[in-house]
């Protein structure tokens, strides 16, 4: 497993950009699929972004439909360090973020398929 350390959260008005980052520790990194999940108060843990392990071909990203367009994952195997650029944010995207770390395709990740968590930051976009 890995171990994921996630910043960038905070306060932004409507419209306003965003950039989470996460830091993985261990040298496994690259053979991971990426993702960011965010959970809003009362709701579940919802899926928002993937991208995928050297190791899958296919498809390198996924999206979820709420956020196709606005956000944008990407990951630099180097640094060990997966980022969530958000942009055009909506108060309905308020939330905590947790990155997360699986063994699958960028289009299977879900929460059942998370090997890893991080431990969350919230992001809050006013109106």
């Known amino acids: 497993q890995v171990q994921l350390v996630e910043s960038g959260g905070g306060l932004v008005q409507a419209g306003g950009s965003l950039r989470l980052s996460c830091v993985a520790s261990?040298?496994?990194?690259?053979?991971?699929?990426m993702g960011w999940f965010r959970q809003a108060p009362g709701k579940e843990r919802e899926f928002v972004a993937a991208?995928?392990?050297?190791?899958?071909?296919?498809?390198?990203?996924n999206y979820a439909d709420s956020v196709k367009g606005r956000f944008t994952i990407s990951r630099d195997n180097a640094k060990n360090t997966v980022y969530l650029q958000m942009n055009s944010l909506k108060p309905e995207d308020t939330a905590v973020y947790y990155c997360?770390?699986?063994?699958?395709?960028?289009?299977?990740?879900?929460?059942?398929?998370?090997?890893?968590w991080g431990q969350g930051t919230q992001v809050t976009v006013s109106s």
């Open positions: 991208v995928a392990a050297i190791t899958w071909t296919g498809s390198r990203t």
């Open positions: 997360a770390a699986g063994l699958t395709t960028a289009q299977g990740m879900a929460v059942r398929a998370v090997n890893s």
């Open positions: 261990g040298r496994t990194f690259s053979t991971y699929t």
